[in-house]
Every structure is written in structure tokens, then in C-alpha cells.
């Protein structure tokens, strides 16, 4: 489980790379991942999918980590970690959005609402597994995930920002670029976990 658990995490970063080839006005920059599932992309069964896939593992596969390691913290961690799968990954399977803002129904909000939600919650796992880590004496460890935790809420801040108006004209305005070093920061703890144990 662990073999497929790594997959998805790197899987989950380079997929959107592979198909925003076949989505000529993807700019990854710009937009955000879920825009790749929306229902006016050409790729979006194979994106839904995917994130349906990874969305189950990362419900499963902590359960690996929870056998070595049985405490409180271990199961919030666990219960984090399915939060952000079934609401960044299943539900956004599930309810696609609509590309145009401005088009905002009732499943877009779903899907924003479950990603919002699963987005925060999967923020605050390099922190719990920094602050495991130093509980079992394992410095290095709790040492890149705290690093991973303080560089993930740095760009979570630049994500944010850039949604606001004055903000539009600078750097902060790449919120796919934030969204994913995001998930690149907070992935890191969880790969290398996986891959040590």
C-alpha cells in the first residue's frame, strides 16, 4: 500500500502537467487543478477519475503509518488525511465545476465548499507529523515536516492573497502556482515517511 500510496503522490502532481497538453487554454500558472475536471475540459473523465482513485487511497493508505504508530495523534492525522481525499478528491470528482466563475451553480459550489474544506485540512498534517515526529525522538523527520508545514502555509498565504482584487496585477495572482507548491510541500512529509518506514 505504502508502493501505491507514493505513486499517488507523485502521480497527483504530474498528471496535470501530462494532460494540460491536450487542454490548449490550460495555463497552470493561472488556474487551479480542478479546473482540468470541469465539465468544459476535454480531459476531464480521465482528471475525475483520478482524483476519485486517489481520493480512496488516501483514505486507506494512512492506515499503514497508523500500524506503526497507534496514537491520537496518529488517528487525527488518519482522519485529516481522509477529509482532504473525500473532499479534494472524491467530491471534486464527483461535481465538477464550471470553467466561468460567473457560472456558479449549485454543484460548483459543492465542489468548492468539499475542496475548500479538504484543502485546510490536508495544511495541518505536516504540523501534527512534525510534532509526532519529535515525540519519537526522530529529529530529522520532524524537521522536514515542520519545514514542509512553514513553507505550505507560506504559499496557502500567497494562494489566498492572490484571490483579492488588489492583488491582480502581481506576482500573488499565479494561483495555480501556489496551489500546488502547496500540495508539493505538504506531499514531501508523506512521501518520505512512506519511503523510510
Given at each position: 500500500?505504502?508502493?501505491?500510496?507514493?505513486?499517488?503522490?507523485?502521480?497527483?502532481?504530474?498528471?496535470?502537467?501530462?494532460?494540460?497538453?491536450?487542454?490548449?487554454?490550460?495555463?497552470?500558472?493561472?488556474?487551479?487543478?480542478?479546473?482540468?475536471?470541469s465539465?468544459?475540459?476535454?480531459?476531464?473523465?480521465?482528471?475525475?477519475?483520478?482524483?476519485?482513485?486517489?481520493?480512496?487511497?488516501?483514505?486507506?493508505?494512512?492506515?499503514?503509518?497508523?500500524?506503526?504508530?497507534?496514537?491520537?495523534?496518529?488517528?487525527?492525522?488518519?482522519?485529516?488525511?481522509?477529509?482532504?481525499?473525500?473532499g479534494?478528491?472524491?467530491?471534486?470528482?464527483?461535481?465538477?465545476?464550471?470553467?466561468?466563475?460567473?457560472?456558479?451553480?449549485?454543484?460548483?459550489?459543492?465542489?468548492?465548499?468539499?475542496?475548500?474544506?479538504?484543502?485546510?485540512?490536508?495544511?495541518?498534517?505536516?504540523?501534527?507529523?512534525?510534532?509526532?515526529?519529535?515525540?519519537?525522538?526522530n529529529?530529522?523527520?520532524?524537521q522536514?515536516?515542520?519545514?514542509?508545514?512553514?513553507?505550505?502555509?507560506?504559499?496557502?498565504?500567497?494562494?489566498?492573497?492572490?484571490?483579492?482584487?488588489?492583488?491582480?496585477?502581481?506576482?500573488?495572482?499565479?494561483?495555480?502556482?501556489?496551489?500546488?507548491?502547496?500540495?508539493?510541500?505538504?506531499?514531501?512529509?508523506?512521501?518520505?515517511?512512506?519511503?523510510?518506514?
Open positions: 500500500m505504502k508502493t501505491l500510496w507514493i505513486i499517488i503522490l507523485v502521480a497527483d502532481n504530474l498528471l496535470p502537467l501530462l494532460l494540460s497538453y491536450f487542454y490548449p487554454n490550460y495555463k497552470h500558472k493561472e488556474m487551479a487543478l480542478s479546473v482540468l475536471g465539465r468544459q475540459s476535454p480531459v476531464k473523465w480521465i482528471y475525475n477519475m483520478w482524483c476519485i482513485i486517489s481520493g480512496i487511497v488516501f483514505c486507506i493508505a494512512p492506515y499503514e503509518l497508523y500500524k506503526e504508530n497507534s496514537s491520537g495523534l496518529m488517528i487525527a492525522i488518519w482522519v485529516l488525511l481522509a477529509i482532504y481525499g473525500i479534494c478528491e472524491i467530491i471534486s470528482g464527483l461535481c465538477p465545476l464550471n470553467e466561468s466563475r460567473q457560472d456558479e451553480d449549485f454543484i460548483t459550489k459543492i465542489h468548492g465548499g468539499a475542496s475548500a474544506i479538504g484543502f485546510m485540512t490536508l495544511l495541518v498534517v505536516p504540523l501534527l507529523l512534525a510534532i509526532l515526529q519529535f515525540q519519537s525522538t529529529i530529522i523527520m520532524g522536514i515536516s515542520l519545514v514542509s508545514f512553514i513553507v505550505a502555509f507560506v504559499f496557502f498565504c500567497f494562494f489566498i492573497m492572490g484571490e483579492k482584487e488588489k492583488f491582480a496585477n502581481t506576482i500573488l495572482r499565479h494561483g495555480g502556482l501556489w496551489q500546488r507548491l502547496v500540495l508539493v510541500s505538504c506531499y514531501v512529509p508523506l512521501a518520505v515517511l512512506c519511503i523510510i518506514k
